[in-house]
């Protein structure tokens, strides 16, 4: 199963309490990928301290898809 949030055109803090809250509900091997308008850097450390998985491409719009595994 994959979950998707757009989070673009969101000030912060949006987007990061919305990934949290998809967090809570990410089952293993089911995979969340996530829309940025910009790198989540504040993201990546929690994702580390949760035992997540991360991967992240530049798109050609200059937003950001990150894939996350838990």
């Known amino acids: 199963m994959?979950?998707?949030l757009d989070n673009r055109g969101l000030e912060p803090p949006q987007?990061?309490?919305r990934v949290m809250e998809a967090l809570e509900t990410l089952k293993e091997n089911e995979v969340l990928t996530i829309i940025?308008?910009?790198k989540p850097?504040?993201?990546y450390e929690h994702l580390e301290m949760e035992g997540c998985k991360h991967e992240t491409?530049?798109?050609e719009d200059g937003s950001f898809t990150i894939k996350?595994?838990?």
């Open 15 to 17: 987007p990061m309490m």
């Open 36 to 38: 940025n308008d910009r």
């Open 2 to 4: 994959s979950l998707i």
């Open 41 to 43: 850097m504040f993201l």
């Open 68 to 70: 996350i595994r838990r």
């Open 57 to 59: 491409s530049e798109n």
